[in-house]
């Protein structure tokens, strides 16, 4: 009998880790869902801690993509989006999956596809194939704001002062083939180069979706991000690993800025707040567990990209009844994130006291080893920083004198602009800028457009009138010479 006890205890203990698990798991706590939205779901969580690893595809039921957008049919609707909001969007493409899915972006600005003195900010959804929720909830994003730009003051603000772009999938393979890899079954949230180890180094290596996301950055300046995924329900922010791969908390050198913006969507957000797991709905990744080769961090150290990793629902794959309740959930926090970015922080531009030229040159707070690159074309700079701090703000650029002031953010936003003057050689010149260098070659090329775009006859009867009217000039200063020396006489020598 004691043997048989053993056994069914072995078996039953056994049969505990057959239940599907979610990564980045956190059960919805709140008590007041009217719906039954997680009471009634027939997607069980198997946990509300965090795991590495993934469901045992075995228990996805066939039909778990019901009612979810295919690859084809998001396409699609974001061209038909294209059609209905042109006014205020484009579409553009910056890549391609592994089997040639192209990655659609919506662009939504009222100058889309302009370089405006403006920040940028992107969404990323479905890095991780069985991660679909955030797809489905920035299509609904994109169609709130292309209805209620013109009526809601919110939808307005972001049209008007906003650069934001959307990337329903990163991952459109692994959607198709219901896993967290892509094609070739890479973790996309672990491809990239990392801080800490040297991995992810060999560009020939990296994933087609990982370099598009790459040049992409090297394309657009973009001031702040977020990227939606599945599983649990709270903001992530930067580190997502320590140097001893150690569980704790390491924190970036704008931790309290981050910390700022992990609230602003958490406190937004219908339930995310309440969780029992995660103080105030937010975490610092390296403190709930750490991960190398992330999206996240490889933002902010490359390009000064503040993004955040949003866990967006406690189910991967909730029915798809339920999006329109999760796109509730979520409206008014994924609107205050793009929102703060002119609601919040310090923003201004850089000038030269030579002329008032813009100068592309860097920002820098005291402090905090991380730099902002303000625009190349209006030197526009927008520094995200947590209001109610005192806060010393460098500016700088290379051939000029840095220039430094101290400043107290309060709530609101507050606009900074720099003057600065260009140093002095020994020998006391001005150093000269590039454009300035350019000028003279500039004026000499367009000079020599002119004479090669038809005007050789122009030309030609020009340098005759000249030189008549030189033949002109000559003979009357003779004849004054002339009568000059009839009137003075001879140039008498002086004496010694």
Not at 87 to 107: A, D, M, N, T
Not at 110 to 135: C, L, M, Q
Not at 147 to 173: W, Y
Not at 369 to 394: C, I, M
Request: net charge neutral; aromatic share 12%; proline share 4%.
């Amino acid at each position: 009998m004691e043997l048989l006890f053993s056994l069914l205890f072995l078996s039953l203990t056994f049969s505990s880790f057959l239940h599907p698990t979610f990564a980045r798991g956190g059960q919805r706590h709140h008590s007041s869902l009217s719906s039954g939205f997680l009471e009634n779901s027939s997607y069980n969580l198997g946990s509300t801690a965090r795991h590495l690893f993934e469901e045992n595809r075995l228990h996805l039921s066939l039909d778990i993509a019901r009612g979810y957008m295919t690859n084809s049919q998001l396409e699609k609707a974001l061209m038909a989006f294209a059609q209905r909001c042109s006014h205020i969007s484009r579409i553009y493409s910056i890549g391609k999956s592994v089997k040639g899915v192209p990655l659609w972006v919506i662009e939504i600005s009222d100058k889309p596809g302009e370089e405006e003195a403006e920040p940028a900010f992107k969404y990323i959804g479905n890095v991780h194939g069985d991660e679909p929720v955030g797809r489905e909830l920035l299509l609904f994003l994109a169609n709130w704001i292309c209805d209620n730009h013109l009526k809601d003051p919110l939808a307005t603000l972001i049209v008007e002062n906003v650069h934001l772009h959307i990337l329903p999938t990163m991952n459109p393979d692994g959607f198709s083939l219901r896993r967290r890899g892509n094609a070739n079954n890479v973790d996309l949230n672990r491809d990239f180069p990392d801080q800490f180890f040297p991995m992810n180094e060999d560009v020939h290596m990296r994933q087609p979706e990982t370099r598009a996301i790459m040049n992409w950055l090297r394309d657009v300046q973009f001031t702040a991000s977020a990227s939606l995924h599945g599983g649990a329900l709270v903001a992530n922010y930067p580190w997502d690993g320590t140097q001893d791969k150690r569980k704790n908390y390491f924190g970036c050198p704008d931790d309290e800025t981050f910390r700022f913006m992990a609230s602003i969507y958490s406190q937004s957000h219908y339930n995310m707040s309440l969780s029992e797991e995660f103080q105030g709905g937010i975490t610092n990744g390296a403190s709930w567990y750490p991960i190398y080769g992330g999206m996240q961090d490889w933002n902010y150290i490359h390009y000064g990209c503040f993004e955040l990793t949003l866990e967006i629902s406690d189910i991967k794959w909730p029915s798809a009844t339920e999006l329109p309740t999760l796109w509730e959930y979520n409206k008014m926090s994924m609107l205050n994130l793009v929102a703060s970015l002119v609601k919040t922080g310090v923003h201004g531009r850089i000038f030269s006291s030579d002329g008032g030229r813009p100068l592309p040159g860097f920002i820098t707070v005291k402090g905090m080893n991380q730099s902002v690159k303000s625009g190349k074309t209006f030197a526009d700079y927008h520094r995200l920083l947590a209001p109610r701090g005192r806060y010393e703000v460098v500016a700088t650029m290379p051939g000029y004198k840095l220039r430094s002031t101290c400043i107290w953010l309060d709530e609101a936003a507050m606009t900074l602009d720099f003057v600065l003057d260009a140093e002095v050689t020994l020998k006391g010149n001005l150093l000269r800028s590039g454009c300035e260098c350019d000028c003279g070659n500039t004026i000499r090329l367009k000079f020599v457009d002119f004479l090669l775009g038809g005007h050789l006859e122009v030309c030609f009867i020009l340098i005759i009138i000249v030189g008549f009217l030189c033949f002109l000039f000559q003979r009357g200063m003779k004849s004054n010479l002339s009568k000059h020396r009839q009137v003075v006489g001879p140039k008498r020598l002086a004496g010694v």
